[in-house]
């Protein structure tokens, strides 16, 4: 087997999920998340319930997803602006595709990138992603700014600014969700999610 030169920046949390700390530049990332907000500007949306998440939400790539009073799902056309969603950055791309790979994941091919916002005290429910077509391909996690506390299953990963997460194999349909976040020294947490949608 060929030596692994990064083999101790990959940690494995338990079946199908892989923590790459410190993974990703904020300093790269952040202003393209501005530019991107700045065409596709970030919203609540409103869940089928009716109630509107606490998490405000855009996307890049091929498909966004999405949540109004008739569920959830993904779109190529932005409902907010009517436009398509911007194009994923290269440098989003590499970085995901990147992260698959060091996962153990070749040949990742995201469609989608959702960025979450969070503010101070916002959640996100226990849920599972279900949405997408292909539960072969992984999800991958970039979170960026302030630190939070992600639970799948029953563990707890405290994630800060540049961490990456690899969600795959038996972990692709695991109930997971983000405690409330706590103010901090920068305004929010943001997570870019990665997948392939369609
Ligand atoms: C584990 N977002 O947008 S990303 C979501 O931090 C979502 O904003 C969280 O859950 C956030 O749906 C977590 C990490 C994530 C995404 C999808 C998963 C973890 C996952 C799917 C299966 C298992
Ligand atoms: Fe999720």
Redesign the pocket.
Known sequence: MMVDLFASRVETIRDGVVLLRAFADPRILLPLIDAIASVAPFRSMTVPGGKSMSVATTSCGERGWISDARGYRYESVDPLTQRPWPAMPVEFRTLAVGAASRAGFAGFDPDSC?I?RYAPGAR?GAHV?KDERDFDQP?V?VSLGLP?R?K?ADAVIPLSDGDV?V?GGP????K?G?SPVVAGPLPYRF?L?FRRAG
């Open positions: 959702l979450n996100m992603d999800i996690s939070a992600f799948i997460v969600f972990a692709r349909t695991a997971h983000v997570n999610t």
